[in-house]
């Protein structure tokens, strides 16, 4: 059995599928807003870390400490950078074509 579609009927469709899509677009954008905000507090954060472990008058134990923050800031960086790689469109990448070689 053959189903045929009026122009009419596809458009709607269509218009559903971009609706669903838009719907799920506004639903994740707040999210890329906070992951953006999360990671710049993030490299803030790591920053003052390495400047408090790199001070010259620091106590060995505070150096220490501040290696092992610092250790898990970037735990949380790469953490971070995951899920900002599973939340937000990927995009392919469009093919440069290269010139025929003459």
């Known amino acids: 059995m053959v ?11 269509v218009m559903g599928a971009i609706n669903r ?3 799920a677009v506004a ?4 999210a890329w807003e906070i992951l953006d905000e999360a990671s710049q507090v993030l490299v803030r954060a790591e920053s003052l870390v390495r400047l408090i472990g790199c001070a010259s008058d620091v106590e060995q134990h505070h150096a220490f400490g501040a290696d092992i923050a610092c250790d898990l800031l970037g735990d ?5 950078a995951a899920a900002q790689g599973q939340i937000r469109p990927r995009s392919p990448r469009a093919k440069r074509k290269r010139a025929p070689a003459s």
């Open 21 to 23: 899509h838009d719907a």
């Open 76 to 80: 949380l960086k790469e953490m971070l």
């Open 3 to 13: 189903v045929r579609l009026s122009d009419h009927q596809k458009g709607v469709l």
């Open 27 to 30: 639903t994740v954008h707040p």
